[in-house]
């Protein structure tokens, strides 16, 4: 009865000691709104030195987020691009100021759209084979994925017969 007791005040105290946190604090503690799905690369050839990174950005809560960055030990440099329209001529350009997720909404990055790049590949990307990525959120922190690699020339996982099921697999926690 008294452990029962005990159990009940200290979970009381907590929810009471919450409001009382910054609202940066609370959010984080929130647990990780964002969930990231259907991440995938496309294989290259041993001459390639760059690659793209593409997935799905859902933000389920109440707050906006922004992605601001990424890490890839695969490559010596990743950075988030777009591609834009100048002149009649598509370009690729680094995109400044990291991309806007807003509460209750979807970011998808795709070819020919925003994505990640990965320049100066170590080593080539493989089909069916996974790259670890970081993904750095602006309040979220960073966030671990797997993206799997499909094959050249693949337009994304609903083109390639892997399921979502398959890519949940490659999730990794923070």
Same mark, same amino acid.
């Given at each position: 009865?008294?452990?029962?007791?005990?159990?009940?005040?200290?979970?009381?105290?907590?929810?009471?000691?919450?409001?009382?946190?910054?609202?940066?604090?609370?959010?984080?503690?929130?647990?990780?709104?964002?969930?990231?799905?259907?991440?995938?690369?496309?294989?290259?050839?041993?001459?390639?030195?760059?690659?793209?990174?593409?997935?799905?950005?859902?933000?389920?809560?109440?707050?906006?987020?922004?992605?601001?960055?990424?890490?890839?030990?695969?490559?010596?440099?990743?950075?988030? /691009?777009?591609? $834009?329209? =100048?002149?009649?001529?598509? %370009?690729?350009?680094?995109? !400044?100021?990291?991309?806007?997720?807003?509460?209750?909404?979807?970011?998808?990055?795709?070819?020919?759209?925003?994505?990640?790049?990965?320049?100066?590949?170590?080593?080539?990307?493989?089909?069916?084979?996974?790259?670890?990525?970081?993904?750095?959120?602006?309040?979220?922190?960073?966030?671990?994925?797997?993206?799997?690699?499909?094959?050249?020339?693949?337009?994304?996982?609903? /083109?390639?017969? $892997?399921? =979502?099921?398959?890519?949940? %697999?490659?999730?990794?926690? !923070?």
């Amino acid at each position: 009865m008294i452990e029962v007791l005990v159990k009940n005040i200290l979970a009381l105290a907590i929810v009471l000691v919450s409001f009382l946190l910054p609202a940066k604090i609370v959010y984080a503690d929130q647990g990780n709104l964002l969930k990231i799905n259907e991440s995938w690369s496309r294989a290259t050839t041993s001459s390639q030195k760059t690659g793209a990174v593409f997935l799905k950005i859902k933000n389920v809560g109440m707050h906006s987020d922004k992605l601001i960055g990424v890490e890839a030990d695969i490559a010596n440099h990743s950075s988030l /691009h777009q591609m $834009i329209h =100048e002149n009649g001529v598509m %370009k690729m350009r680094a995109i !400044k100021g990291g991309i806007k997720v807003s509460a209750n909404s979807e970011v998808i990055l795709s070819p020919g759209q925003k994505h990640i790049m990965l320049m100066g590949l170590k080593k080539r990307l493989k089909e069916n084979s996974n790259i670890p990525l970081t993904l750095i959120f602006e309040k979220s922190g960073k966030i671990n994925v797997l993206a799997i690699v499909l094959p050249a020339g693949s337009r994304g996982p609903d /083109h390639s017969g $892997i399921s =979502e099921m398959e890519h949940k %697999k490659h999730m990794i926690k !923070k």
